[in-house]
T-cell receptor, first 114, second 113 residues
Framework: TQLLEQSPQFLSIQEGENLTVYCNSS?????LQWYRQEPGEGPVLLVT?????EVKKLKRLTFQFGDARKDSSLHITAAQPGDTGLYLC??????????????FGKGTKLSVKP | EPEVTQTPSHQVTQMGQEVILRCVPI?????FYWYRQILGQKVEFLVS????????KSEIFDDQFSVERPDGSNFTLKIRSTKLEDSAMYFC???????????FGNGTRLTVT
């Protein structure tokens, strides 16, 4: 059972297009984190969303945490080839777990073509 | 910017052999972690370590695995008798506090033949 479901699994778009990727769960999370991972490297934290309904912006990236804290989305405006990578959402297990034991989704592999 | 460093970047070993994966966490961080990522699958938590002891471990982290902080800078993951299914990318991470963001290294690709 996937605690964190990410969709789509793959996304290939042209430079300049907008896109949204999703992270969904049937469980409530106290917070969710978004990471970006490039081939041969470890995940790099982009943002943490904590409050239900929260929206955070990081340049062209907009992150939203669902009101019920069961889902999150990442929207990229005017995507660039440098945005290419694997986008992962992660959170601590519901009902406990705060010792760094993050649960990760399988990720969305984004390819932005020039 | 300080970073987590891992060595080697790639390790090939035969089934049944012992391997030690090495990590140098960020120097002022207090919490250390190992995660693994089997090819094509999600990143999975293995173990967290604080104050020279394991604070949390997953079901994956069985008796074949152990961690150690042998000195003030290194953090190691040992697999005693490797199996084919241990082939994966192993990521070390560290954080300043347990609630602080995790900083990941670039991983060691372990191939068991």
């Amino acid at each position: 059972t996937q605690l964190l479901e990410q969709s789509p699994q793959f996304l290939s778009i042209q430079e300049g297009e907008n896109l949204t990727v999703y992270c969904n769960s049937s469980s409530v999370f106290s917070s969710l984190q978004w990471y970006r991972q490039e081939p041969g490297e470890g995940p790099v934290l982009l943002v943490t969303v904590v409050t239900g309904g929260e929206v955070k912006k990081l340049k062209r990236l907009t992150f939203q945490f669902g009101d019920a804290r069961k889902d999150s989305s990442l929207h990229i405006t005017a995507a660039q080839p440098g945005d290419t990578g694997l986008y992962l959402c992660a959170g601590f297990p519901p009902g406990g777990g705060s010792q760094g034991n993050l649960i990760f989704g399988k990720g969305t592999k984004l390819s932005v073509k020039p | 910017e300080p970073e987590v460093t891992q060595t080697p970047s790639h390790q090939v070993t035969q089934m049944g052999q012992e391997v030690i994966l090495r990590c140098v966490p960020i120097s002022n961080h207090l919490y250390f972690y190992w995660y693994r990522q089997i090819l094509g699958q999600k990143v999975e938590f293995l173990v967290s370590f604080y104050n020279n002891e394991i604070s949390e471990k997953s079901e994956i982290f069985d008796d074949q695995f152990s961690v150690e902080r042998p000195d003030g800078s290194n953090f190691t993951l040992k697999i005693r008798s490797t199996k084919l299914e241990d082939s994966a990318m192993y990521f070390c991470a560290s954080s300043l506090q347990v609630t602080s963001p995790l900083h990941f290294g670039n991983g060691t690709r372990l191939t068991v033949t």
